[in-house]
């Protein structure tokens, strides 16, 4: 008679699975230790990334400026030039392929401002597949994100701020060193206005600013009166610089030119005064026509200054008398001292960017570390999920070598 065969409870494959307990630890063990590594060096390596949410304790970079005026672009932290410069600076970086980063199209820079006067946020992210660990791309992702730091210290240099007085060395008149003086003094002075304005300035960068204003004062004058005053010594005085130069070349032409000015502005204010005979009181055109009149007779009054000064340099030129000679060089020497205190002026403005930068530079990262892993399985998650796949691939196994039991 032929055996019953008896039915396959749920009971008997979870015994037959899980019984041969030798085998189920063994499979176990050896799929979590392989499913973790393959979590951990594959998974996560090809689709985590690192990311860095940051901002710049800096004033002229969250005002989209370095710190000579010069725009700064944001965008400029991930150009790939900024990233292969940092992996030319150490060895540690030899192994970051920059062209591969790139070429893949995954490097990513977004700007955050939540209010009109927040701090710009930033956020940088790169597939993690290009590090080699999370402590070579801490250091890597540093570095490229200080770049705007670095060139904003390169910036604070004084050569960057002396354009002017380099411009002086090389004009060729007086009116034209002076006038350069004057624009070096009147860009201090609007500097110092900007950065007095910073709500970031301290109590001891707004002492260094009033010390120094103070001394440009002393030096140009209030509104730049006694450099205004060099201007008048020039004219007085029949001073010129180089009788080589194209402006004492033409001044037979410029005085030509002043002589026609003054005799079209004569005819235009013979010509209105007959016309303001006949314009009563109450007519608009009345104030009109007198301040065009008032106008011309003004700038007159100036033509004969300049055709005065002309004449005056144009006799001048081969002047041996000793006493114009020291007042010359007198002249010469208070020009060139005035420069030199003016370039120790601007030694004392470096000083002042350099005070600011130090007390509010910086990168501020938004947690601990400088990056974060995103879009990773974490190694206790790993574990248990190998944990898992292990137990159930050894029932399985289980279930195919015993099978011989559900007979039984």
């Known amino acids: 008679m032929e055996q019953e065969q008896k039915p396959i409870t749920f009971g008997k494959i979870m015994k037959v699975a899980f019984g041969g307990w030798k085998l189920l630890l063994a499979i176990t063990a050896g799929v979590m230790v392989v499913g973790t590594l393959a979590i951990n060096f594959g998974y996560n390596k090809l689709k985590s990334t690192y990311v860095s949410t940051f901002s710049y304790n800096k004033s002229d970079l969250n005002a989209n400026m370095y710190a000579d005026g010069s725009d700064f672009y944001y965008t400029e932290i991930a150009f790939k030039e900024n990233f292969e410069r940092v992996a030319a600076s150490d060895a540690e970086f030899a192994s970051i392929n920059i062209d591969k980063m790139f070429n893949s199209g995954k ?51 004084k050569s960057n701020y002396e354009s002017s007085l380099i411009a002086f060395d090389s004009a060729s008149t007086y009116e034209a060193q002076i006038n350069y003086l004057i624009v070096h003094v009147d860009s201090l002075l609007s500097s ?29 004058g209030e509104s730049n009166v ?29 005085k030509e ?9 004569d005819a235009r204010i013979t010509e209105l005064k007959a016309t303001l ?4 009181s109450t007519q608009i055109s009345l104030d009109k026509a007198e301040e065009i009149l008032e106008s011309l007779s003004e700038r007159n009054v100036a033509i004969e200054a300049e055709i005065a000064a002309i004449d005056l340099k144009v006799a001048n030129k081969g002047n041996t008398d000793p006493a114009f000679i020291a007042s010359k060089a007198a002249f010469e020497s208070k020009l060139a001292s005035t420069k030199e205190k003016l370039s120790n002026c601007t030694e004392s403005y ?14 501020a990262y938004d947690n601990s570390s400088v990056v974060q892993t995103k879009g990773s399985i974490s190694i206790p998650i790993a574990i248990l999920l190998s944990l898992v796949a292990g ?13 011989k039991e559900f007979q039984k």
């Open 107 to 157: 490097v990513s820079l977004t700007r955050t401002v939540e209010g009109e006067k927040e701090t710009p946020k930033y956020s940088l992210s790169v597939p993690s597949q290009y590090f080699a660990n999370g402590s070579q791309a801490a250091k890597f992702f540093d570095k490229v994100i200080s770049y705007p730091i670095e060139k904003d210290e390169e910036l604070l240099d």
């Open 257 to 265: 030119s002043l002589i026609a000015e003054k005799a079209n502005n």
């Open 192 to 220: 110092y206005e900007k950065i007095n304005k910073s709500e970031t300035v301290g109590v001891s960068v707004s002492s260094m600013i009033s010390n120094n204003v103070a001394q440009l004062t002393e030096i140009a």
């Open 350 to 363: 470096v000083k002042v960017l350099r005070k600011s930068y130090s007390s509010t530079t910086g990168v």
């Open 391 to 403: 137990v159930v691939v050894g029932g399985i196994v289980n279930l195919i070598v015993r099978r």
């Open 226 to 254: 006694i450099l205004k005053n060099y201007l008048l010594t020039v004219q007085q005085k029949g001073f010129v610089k180089d009788y080589e130069s194209e402006e004492a070349k033409s001044f037979a032409d410029t």
């Open 277 to 280: 005979s006949g314009i009563t």
